[in-house]
C-alpha cells in the first residue's frame, strides 16, 4: 500500500509540474494562456481517463489521484477543473467508445493514466 502511495504522489508531481510548465516560472497563467482562456469563456480543464488506479477504486473519491490533484489546484488558487473520467476496468477500447463523452468537457489537457 505504501508503494501505491508514493506512485500516487509522484504522479501527482508529475502533474503539477507540467501545469507549472504551462503557467510559467512565476506561477501566474502566461498572457498567451489568459487570453486563450478568456477567448473561449470557458474554465482550463484537465481529463483524468484511465482505469481504476484513476478512478480510485478501494479508496475514498477524496483520496483518487485525481481528487488530490484538485486539492493542490484549489490550494494554489489556480482555478483549473479536474475531471476523473476513470473506470474500473477501463480499457483503450473503452476510452475510444467514450470519446464523445469525454470531449463534452472540452479538456485542454488529457491525462492518461
Request: net charge negative.
Amino acid at each position: 500500500m505504501r508503494t501505491i502511495l508514493l506512485n500516487c504522489y509522484q504522479i501527482i508531481g508529475y502533474v503539477l509540474a507540467g501545469l507549472l510548465l504551462i503557467l510559467g516560472e512565476s506561477g501566474e497563467l502566461t498572457a498567451d494562456t489568459k487570453l486563450l482562456i478568456d477567448a473561449k469563456q470557458e474554465e482550463f480543464v484537465v481529463l483524468a481517463l484511465g482505469d481504476s488506479l484513476t478512478a480510485g477504486f478501494g479508496v475514498d473519491k477524496e483520496y483518487s489521484f485525481p481528487s488530490r490533484i484538485q486539492v493542490k489546484i484549489d490550494d494554489e488558487n489556480l482555478g483549473y477543473k479536474i475531471v476523473n473520467a476513470g473506470i474500473s476496468g477501463d480499457t483503450t477500447a473503452g476510452g475510444v467508445r467514450r470519446i464523445n463523452w469525454l470531449m463534452k468537457h472540452k479538456p485542454q489537457v488529457v491525462i492518461l493514466a
